[in-house]
């Protein structure tokens, strides 16, 4: 008992200096996320100075930047929170102090695109979470995957993670591919079968509200027995002529109409 509290308060005792580069959904999440658990965002960085504000406004003290020079900052974390088609730009641009971390935030880009950058150390800081901003997220039910290949950075990294969630996991970039991939598939392509949804009811003229209790039990069911034995519908029944009815009614979209058949078969063939 008395080792967890001094570790506990060895943890919350160490406190970073951070400069975020980006000023997207993330960035607009992690900012005052990172403060609220007793570290200092330093500077916003965005190649539009009114995006950088927006982030720094939310936050104490932090300056927005338009210019990647960061070589006289009092960051020790740099956390690229881009784009992943711009974290190799922006890690090669960036003018970096010694003795500086830089991470990025993506779940699906490996931890060798920052090898040219001139950072002293790197790693990963992969929030698992849809951010969308103005909605707000319990940052400590998110769970964060951190890599690095240097020790003491990934024990930094480790300490920065378990400062927002209690949810980190040391998790190599191979592994956080596959993870990325996964949630691709529950978190992304469940959203767009709900937007088909969505349009099928609309052109119908009815109204959405109606599946909403649908989707919150076959989510809830799903997460507490498993997705294999939640599934029901005419597909894992191998209800031929539901399908085909189905099918036709969907004449109206070919590409909603391939989709059907495509996860139809799908269920039924696992």
Do not use: C
């Amino acid at each position: 008992m008395a080792f967890s509290f001094v570790q506990n308060w060895l943890n919350s005792a160490m406190k970073f200096k951070i400069a975020i580069l980006g000023a997207g959904n993330v960035a607009w999440h992690l900012a005052p996320a990172l403060e609220d658990a007793g570290h200092e965002v330093t500077e916003v960085y965005a190649r539009d100075l009114g995006k950088a504000t927006q982030i720094t406004e939310r936050v104490y003290s932090a300056e927005p930047k338009d210019n990647l020079d960061f070589s006289e900052s009092k960051a020790e974390f740099f956390i690229l929170a881009v784009k992943d088609d711009a974290i190799s730009e922006v890690a090669d641009e960036v003018i970096l102090p010694e003795g500086s971390i830089l991470v990025h935030t993506s779940g699906a880009i490996s931890l060798d695109v920052l090898g040219y950058s001139s950072a002293s150390y790197m790693g990963i800081l992969y929030p698992l979470q849809s951010f969308t901003r103005g909605k707000k997220i319990d940052m400590d039910e998110v769970p964060f995957l951190v890599e690095s290949d240097d020790e003491g950075a990934l024990q930094k990294l480790k300490k920065l993670a378990k400062s927002l969630s209690p949810l980190t996991y040391l998790v190599r970039s191979r592994d956080r591919k596959a993870v990325h991939v996964a949630a691709v598939f529950a978190s992304n392509f469940t959203n767009h079968m709900i937007r088909i949804s969505e349009e099928i009811m609309r052109r119908q003229g009815l109204d959405f509200e109606m599946l909403k209790p649908l989707i919150i039990e076959t989510i809830s069911k799903s997460l507490q027995i498993g997705a294999k034995n939640a599934q029901t519908g005419p597909a894992i029944r191998e209800d031929y002529e539901t399908m085909e009815e189905h099918h036709r009614f969907l004449n109206f979209n070919e590409q909603i109409a391939e989709i059907y058949r495509t996860i139809s078969q799908d269920i039924i063939d696992s």
